[in-house]
Structure formats: C-alpha cells, structure tokens
C-alpha cells in the first residue's frame, strides 16, 4: 500500500506582504515529496480555516511577519475548532517575539519557528506532525 502524501497548507494571514519566506518553505516541502497548496498573501483565518478543511491538509503552516501572530493565530485557531477540524496541526513561522512563543503553543499552535531555523528542521517537523495526525486517524 503506498504511503499517504502529506498535504500542508501554506498561508499568509493579514496584511502582511512579504512572501518570500512562505515561498522558502513551500519549496524545501515540495522538494520533500509533500503537496503544498499555497493560499497567496492577505489572507483572513476564515479563509485559511475553510482552505484547510476543504484541501483535506494534514497540516496548515502560517507565515506572519506583521506582529499579528498572537490575534491572527487565536482567531484560526477557533475557527478551526468551529469548523471540526482543529485535529489539523497549526505550526507558525516569522517574527515571533520569544516572550510570545510560550501563549502561541498554549493557545493550540503546534511548532514555532523563528528566522533562521534550518528549512530541514521544519521539514522534518512536519512530517513527524503528519504522521502523528495519521497515526491518530487510523486508530478505532
């Protein structure tokens, strides 16, 4: 049987209009053997969360360089919720103050990753979220 390939979605939320990090990462998935969809930049959390649920992702990935993160993600992640599909995992990317990394991941975002962080790290984090979601989803 082969392997499920792992879908993630890849956004830009808000006013934010900076992509080329997004497009970093979109890449090193890709050259990984995953499927990225990639939402395109100003993108509100009701149209990531409805994206992720009807793309059937295994993970939403968020790039934010605005400063935003903290009411952006927040917002997402209750839509998700509302939605039935908060089991996706959220991980962020950006500028995100390390004061403020701490709320993200007890608001629900599964990974954090600051500027700098090595686009094989992220990859692999990834995977191992995916395969955690799948792993869950097969169990009766």
């Not at 975002?109 to 979220?129: H, K, M, S």
């Amino acid at each position: 049987m082969a392997e499920h390939k792992i879908r993630v979605l890849i956004a830009k939320p808000g006013l934010d209009g900076h992509d080329r990090g997004a497009k970093v990462i979109a890449r090193a998935l890709r050259d990984a053997g995953m499927e990225v969809i990639y939402t395109g930049l100003r993108q509100t959390p009701e149209m990531i969360a409805t994206a992720a649920g009807q793309e059937d992702v295994d993970v939403v990935g968020l790039s934010i360089l605005s400063g935003a993160h903290n009411l952006l993600c927040g917002e997402l992640l209750r839509l998700m919720k509302e939605k039935g599909i908060d089991d996706i995992p959220v991980v962020i990317g950006g500028i995100i103050p390390e004061t403020d990394i701490a709320g993200l991941r007890q608001a629900g975002i599964a990974g954090v990753f600051p500027p700098g962080t090595a686009t094989g790290e992220i990859v692999e984090y990834i995977r191992n979220l995916a395969r955690e979601r799948q792993a869950g989803a097969a169990r009766p």
